[in-house]
């Protein structure tokens, strides 16, 4: 029979950067997946069961099935700003914490924001394709012309941190009109501050010269974008989605990409990812990323931390930094080492 452990016992669900899993290891004990291997559903379920805390990174589904399975579990620490992975609902009623990692991604992501929008409107990796391929034999007056993007309106939707931060480079860099849709208006500080104009999403879809999405994903936020929300674009706009798969209707774009109906978009995630739409892949007006928006080292390390930061304080000290469902959590014994 093995010695009970003293100590909370971490699951981290990804390999995860060597100073993040020794910081861990120096207050837990961790089983990591250092190979980095595809876990199962059922695989995380059946390593979940003897855990109090996991490390997570926005793609593992904790629900009420999972929880069932899971008594001693009492924190999921995402080390992502999204949460759409977790039933929050169902781990307030079991009493299991969720975190989030907001804040140390917001301006990193916006930058990439921009890098997308300019890629897909000038053209830059079509072009680069084509240079590539060996297709470029003489120059021509027309050749890859683009959308303008600075002094063009962009709409944002989707008007939280990282929204802001994408209307402040907007406006004060490039010079852009920035109209945004959410779900409420901000104050009109913050508004000043963006300088950015709050419009239905009907009058934005309208008259963006490029749409980008930021809204987190929910059943409410499913196919934001769809066949008919297209439709209002400009022909000539862009759309640019950094959000979530699911909040664009990927077959639907795929159409309004061939038909030209829309000029081109960008998307660094997509319904189903890391399965891509195939008819997205057959379309070349569209620039494709595999969800890197935050992906620099240092932003990438920092969200880490915040998990490790959210597993410490509540499992160790009984407060986490960023918790998303602390109000009415439910009792499930108090944070302690069983
Ligand atoms: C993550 C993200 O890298 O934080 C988020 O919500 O979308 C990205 O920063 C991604 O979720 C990894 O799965």
Redesign the pocket.
């Known amino acids: 029979m093995t010695k009970p452990s003293p100590r909370p016992r971490i699951l981290v669900t990804r390999a995860i950067f060597p100073e993040v899993a020794q910081r861990l290891s120096e207050h837990f004990d961790v089983e990591s997946n250092a190979t980095d291997e595809d876990w199962s559903a059922e695989e995380i379920a059946r390593r979940l069961q003897d855990k109090t805390g996991a490390l997570t990174?926005?793609?593992e589904r904790i629900d009420a099935a999972l929880l069932a399975r899971c008594p001693q579990l009492k924190i999921c620490a995402n080390m992502?700003?999204?949460y759409n992975n977790f039933d929050l609902e169902a781990m307030r009623v079991c009493g299991v914490l969720g975190t989030n990692?907001p804040d140390v991604?917001t301006e990193t992501?916006a930058d990439f924001g921009f890098a997308l929008l300019m890629a897909t409107a000038r053209r830059v990796t079509e072009s680069e394709h084509f240079l590539r391929a060996g297709k470029w034999t003489r120059w021509q007056y027309e050749m890859f012309s683009g959308a303008e993007v600075h002094g063009s309106t962009l709409g944002i939707i989707g008007m939280g941190r990282i929204g802001q931060a994408i209307a402040r480079r907007a406006a004060f860099g490039f010079g852009m009109q920035v109209v945004y849709h959410n779900r409420s208006r901000l104050d009109a500080t913050l508004e000043a501050d963006c300088r950015a104009r709050y419009v239905g999403k009907e009058e934005l879809l309208k008259t963006a010269d490029h749409v980008m999405l930021v809204v987190p994903y929910s059943k409410e936020s499913h196919h934001t974008m769809g066949a008919a929300e297209l439709a209002l674009m400009k022909p000539t706009a862009t759309l640019i989605n950094i959000a979530r798969g699911g909040i664009v209707d990927d077959a639907a774009l795929a159409a309004a990409l061939r038909d030209k109906r829309i000029a081109a978009a960008g998307l660094d995630v997509f319904e189903g990812e890391p399965r891509v739409h195939p008819d997205l892949l057959a379309v070349s007006n569209v620039v494709l990323t595999p969800?890197i928006?935050?992906?620099t080292v240092g932003t990438r390390r920092a969200m880490a931390m915040l998990a490790v930061d959210n597993l410490i304080g509540y499992l160790l000290h009984g407060k986490a930094v960023t918790p998303l469902n602390a109000d009415g959590l439910a009792a499930r014994a108090t944070p302690s080492a069983s």
Do not use: I
């Open positions: 990174f926005g793609l992502t700003v999204g990692a991604l992501t969800h928006a935050s992906a």
